[in-house]
């Protein structure tokens, strides 16, 4: 019988040294990548809160404080009406 073990398939720096892989360190290594990913959300939704934070602002400024910052009403407009998420 044919022993097939789970590093067969995978391969990457950011699994354990130790080999073969144990169900233990499959499942430290899964959390690591749950880690990673939460983190990197973290820090995208708190980007996209602060762009649409100030895109709310920009909407609200009166036309001389535009021009101070060198932007139309059209352009400001534009700005403020995207989606938090586009650029």
């Known amino acids: 019988m044919t022993r097939h073990n789970c590093t067969d398939t995978i391969s990457g720096t950011s699994l354990s040294s130790a080999l073969p892989l144990t169900w233990h360190g499959w499942l430290e290594d899964g959390k690591q990548l749950i880690k990673r990913e939460l983190k990197s959300a973290v820090v995208t939704i708190t980007f996209w809160m602060q762009r649409s934070r100030s895109r709310r602002s920009l909407a609200k400024l009166e036309p001389h404080l ?3 910052i060198g932007m139309t009403q059209y352009q400001a407009r534009q700005e ?5 998420w586009q650029d």
């Open 80 to 84: 403020s009406e995207k989606a938090f």
């Open 66 to 68: 535009l021009h101070d």
